[in-house]
C-alpha cells in the first residue's frame, strides 16, 4: 500500500512568508515505529532534555520528570513490559484514561482511517489479531530504538497540568528531530506502571503518563503515513480584513 503524501507547509508565496527551519523541524517530525540499533550519546540525550525543560508551563510549575534507559537497563525493563504482556496483558491498566468511551465524529472516522493506514502498511489485514498483538508486542521493545524514556507527572497536581507535560513532550520531541534523530510517544507503556514503579524506583506521587522511543530511523520509517486535517477543519478566524 503506498504512504499517503499531503503539503504539510504552504510556500508561503501568496503572503510573503518564507518556510523557515523551525517549520521544517516540526513537519519532519513522525512516530516512528522502525529504529536502528545506532547508539545515540548519553551527552545527546541530556543536550534534547536541556532544550526541552524550557517548555512553559503554569506558574513555571515544570510538573514532569523523565526516566532515561539504555543498554541493560532498557534490556531489564523491555523484557519485564513483553513478559507481563505476554502473560497477563489484561491484568494491567493505566491510572488516567486516555480515550473515550465512545468517540463522535470526526474523530471515529479520523481513527478509524488511522487503523486502515497503519496497519494497511504493515500487510496487516484487520482481522488478523494475531498480528497485530505481535505488533503491539513490538512497543515494549521500544520499536528497536537504543534509548527508551519513562515519562512521569506528579498525580497531585490537576488537569491543567497535563497540559503542561504535553508542551513538555512535543518540546522534547521536536529537539529530538533537530538532532537529526525521531521519536514515538507511546501510551501504552503506562498500562505497566505496576512494573516499571518497582523497577526505575518511581515515587508513589509521579503517575507513569507514557514512554517514548527514541533513536535514529531505518529508512523506511521516514516517511509521514498519517495525514493532518486542512485549516479549515480546525481554525476560526474573526476580525481580520484579508
Same mark, same amino acid.
Given at each position: 500500500?503506498?504512504?499517503?503524501?499531503?503539503?504539510?507547509? /504552504?510556500?508561503?508565496?501568496? *503572503?510573503?512568508?518564507?518556510?523557515?527551519?523551525? /517549520?521544517?523541524? %516540526? #513537519?519532519?517530525?513522525?512516530? *516512528?515505529?522502525? &529504529?536502528? /540499533? @545506532?547508539?545515540?550519546?548519553?551527552?545527546?540525550?541530556?543536550?534534547?532534555?536541556?532544550?526541552?525543560?524550557?517548555?512553559?508551563?503554569?506558574?513555571? %510549575?515544570?510538573?514532569?520528570?523523565?526516566?532515561?534507559?539504555?543498554?541493560?537497563?532498557?534490556?531489564?525493563?523491555?523484557?519485564?513490559?513483553?513478559?507481563?504482556?505476554?502473560?497477563?496483558?489484561?491484568?494491567?491498566?493505566?491510572?488516567?484514561?486516555?480515550?473515550?468511551?465512545?468517540? !463522535?465524529?470526526?474523530?471515529?472516522?479520523?481513527?478509524?482511517? &488511522?487503523?486502515?493506514?497503519?496497519?494497511?502498511?504493515?500487510?496487516?489485514?484487520?482481522?488478523?489479531?494475531?498480528?497485530?498483538?505481535?505488533?503491539? #508486542?513490538?512497543?515494549?521493545?521500544?520499536?528497536?530504538?537504543?534509548?527508551?524514556? %519513562?515519562?512521569?507527572?506528579?498525580?497531585?497536581?490537576?488537569?491543567?497540568?497535563?497540559? /503542561?507535560?504535553? +508542551?513538555?513532550?512535543?518540546?522534547? +520531541?521536536?529537539?529530538?528531530?533537530?538532532?537529526?534523530?525521531?521519536? *514515538?510517544?507511546?501510551?501504552?507503556? #503506562?498500562?505497566?506502571?505496576?512494573?516499571?514503579?518497582? +523497577?526505575? @524506583?518511581?515515587?508513589?506521587?509521579?503517575?507513569?503518563? *507514557?514512554?517514548?522511543?527514541?533513536?535514529?530511523?531505518?529508512?523506511?520509517?521516514?516517511?509521514?503515513? +498519517? !495525514?493532518?486535517?486542512?485549516?479549515?477543519? &480546525?481554525?476560526?478566524?474573526?476580525?481580520?480584513?484579508?
Amino acid at each position: 500500500m503506498p504512504l499517503r503524501e499531503e503539503v504539510v507547509i /504552504d510556500g508561503g508565496g501568496a *503572503c510573503g512568508a518564507a518556510r523557515n527551519p523551525i /517549520d521544517d523541524v %516540526i #513537519a519532519s517530525r513522525l512516530s *516512528c515505529r522502525q &529504529f536502528s /540499533d @545506532s547508539p545515540v550519546a548519553r551527552s545527546t540525550i541530556e543536550q534534547i532534555l536541556r532544550v526541552a525543560r524550557f517548555a512553559p508551563s503554569g506558574a513555571n %510549575i515544570q510538573p514532569w520528570h523523565v526516566y532515561v534507559l539504555a543498554g541493560a537497563a532498557k534490556t531489564e525493563v523491555s523484557a519485564a513490559l513483553l513478559h507481563a504482556y505476554e502473560r497477563e496483558p489484561s491484568e494491567h491498566v493505566s491510572e488516567y484514561q486516555y480515550y473515550a468511551t465512545e468517540f !463522535p465524529e470526526p474523530y471515529l472516522s479520523r481513527r478509524q482511517e &488511522f487503523g486502515r493506514l497503519f496497519y494497511g502498511s504493515l500487510g496487516i489485514e484487520q482481522s488478523d489479531a494475531a498480528a497485530r498483538s505481535r505488533q503491539t #508486542a513490538k512497543n515494549f521493545a521500544f520499536f528497536g530504538a537504543p534509548v527508551g524514556l %519513562i515519562v512521569t507527572i506528579d498525580r497531585r497536581l490537576a488537569m491543567g497540568s497535563w497540559l /503542561d507535560l504535553g +508542551m513538555f513532550i512535543q518540546t522534547m +520531541m521536536l529537539a529530538v528531530v533537530g538532532r537529526g534523530l525521531q521519536s *514515538c510517544p507511546q501510551e501504552t507503556l #503506562a498500562k505497566y506502571h505496576r512494573i516499571l514503579r518497582p +523497577m526505575l @524506583s518511581i515515587p508513589a506521587e509521579q503517575m507513569v503518563a *507514557c514512554g517514548i522511543s527514541m533513536g535514529h530511523p531505518r529508512e523506511q520509517a521516514r516517511a509521514r503515513l +498519517m !495525514p493532518r486535517a486542512d485549516l479549515e477543519a &480546525f481554525a476560526s478566524f474573526e476580525g481580520f480584513e484579508n
